[in-house]
């Protein structure tokens, strides 16, 4: 990272959107599952968030965290309680950082998508779990990796230079609503 900021001059945005996860009901989800899920998907952002503080700190900027719809409300029929905690606590990170950044011009925003056709989630969602999720939302459609990309450069631009500390939705509609 060092390197990297140094040629091009600083870091002012960082974006935090690793994930690899392990789906399974709590009393089936083994300790090595939930360890891998809390490394892949809150670890790495603590780690990158740390090596780019510096560099932030020297010229403020913002912290953009890719969350989850999973770490605000439960989803009876789709088990994630280690994807869920992860992404919850990706949220309360969000909030601290804009605290800890705020006397550095440091701002600090989560994303939080509901269901996005990706590589991964085809990968790993059933065409019965998609329909279902599908079903929860007012928009009846997957959300695109491009959607959330408009969002992040909204927030990661000057545009959004009083935007800090909050948690965007971007789900089709799904926690609006009961369906």
């Given at each position: ?86 992404k919850g606590a990706l949220i309360s ?34 065409s019965e779990a998609r329909d279902y ?47």
């Amino acid at each position: 990272m060092r390197r990297g900021a140094e040629h091009l001059g600083g870091i002012d945005v960082l974006y935090n959107n690793a994930s690899a996860t392990a789906f399974a009901p709590i009393d089936e989800m083994t300790v090595d599952a939930w360890r891998f899920v809390i490394t892949n998907e809150l670890d790495i952002a603590f780690h990158v968030t740390r090596a780019a503080w510096p560099y932030l700190k020297a010229g403020g900027g913002a912290i953009l965290t890719t969350c989850s719809i999973s770490g605000m409300i439960g989803v009876g029929r789709f088990p994630q309680t280690a994807h869920a905690a992860a992404k919850g606590a990706l949220i309360s990170m969000t909030r601290q950082l804009a605290a800890e950044g705020a006397p550095f011009n440091i701002r600090s925003v989560a994303l939080s998508p509901g269901f996005v056709d990706s590589p991964a989630t085809e990968e790993r969602v059933t065409s019965e779990a998609r329909d279902y999720m599908l079903g929860l939302q007012m928009l009846q459609r997957a959300g695109t990796p491009r959607d959330v990309a408009y969002l992040a450069l909204y927030l990661a631009s000057d545009e959004a230079a009083w935007v800090t500390g909050a948690n965007f939705v971007i789900d089709g509609g799904w926690t609006a609503w009961a369906g």
